[in-house]
């Protein structure tokens, strides 16, 4: 999600609700402790220089379990921090503590911001030798529609 959805997202709500992608709420008291922009300068593994840039949120559940924060206060949160520190419309990523610090990705489902798993991939395939996943094909099955069927008029 870029930052304009989040904003966007903000104001249609009452409560603010964080959930993992498993459905694990996010504690009701969480704090956003900190909204800032994070840049990646970096080189892939084909020798590559590439950049990357997001805006972060922090979320910290602490031992103040009278704490909630109003969808509103995040809201304003994010215009001063936009005034502040010249945030742009970037994709948000999310930092939350579980067994470890985790990043996650963010997506809206109308009541809840769900943190969405990420995973590591190689930018570099074609230039440090891993080979893409090719489909596996079972010999003696019939093609799919969509290949070369009689009067498919692929052949």
Same mark, same amino acid.
């Given at each position: 999600?870029?930052?304009?959805?989040? &904003?966007?997202?903000? &104001?249609?709500?009452?409560?603010?609700?964080?959930?993992?992608?498993?459905?694990?709420?996010?504690?009701?008291?969480?704090?956003?402790?900190?909204? %800032?922009?994070?840049?990646?300068?970096?080189?892939?593994?084909?020798?590559? /220089?590439?950049?990357? @840039?997001?805006? !972060?949120?922090?979320?910290?559940?602490?031992?103040?379990?009278?704490?909630?924060?109003?969808?509103?206060?995040?809201? !304003?949160? /994010? @215009?001063?921090? @936009?005034? &502040?520190?010249?945030?742009?419309?970037?994709?948000?990523?999310? @930092?939350?503590?579980?067994?470890?610090?985790?990043?996650?990705?963010? &997506?809206?489902? %109308? !009541?809840?911001?769900?943190?969405? !798993?990420?995973?590591?991939?190689?930018?570099?395939?074609?230039?440090?030798?891993?080979?893409?996943?090719?489909?596996?094909?079972? /010999? %003696?099955?019939?093609?799919?529609?969509?290949?070369?069927?009689?009067?498919? %008029? #692929? #052949?």
């Amino acid at each position: 999600m870029k930052l304009s959805q989040v &904003k966007e997202a903000l &104001k249609g709500l009452n409560e603010l609700t964080f959930l993992l992608e498993d459905g694990t709420r996010v504690p009701a008291h969480f704090h956003v402790t900190e909204v %800032g922009s994070v840049k990646r300068h970096f080189i892939d593994c084909g020798g590559t /220089i590439r950049t990357d @840039e997001a805006v !972060n949120f922090q979320l910290w559940s602490a031992t103040d379990h009278d704490h909630r924060l109003a969808a509103r206060k995040l809201l !304003n949160i /994010i @215009e001063l921090s @936009e005034e &502040k520190l010249g945030l742009t419309d970037q994709e948000v990523e999310v @930092e939350y503590q579980t067994s470890t610090i985790g990043t996650y990705k963010l &997506k809206f489902d %109308g !009541n809840a911001f769900i943190l969405t !798993n990420l995973q590591t991939d190689c930018l570099a395939k074609d230039k440090c030798g891993v080979a893409e996943k090719k489909p596996k094909v079972v /010999i %003696g099955q019939p093609a799919q529609a969509s290949c070369c069927t009689p009067g498919g %008029g #692929c #052949c």
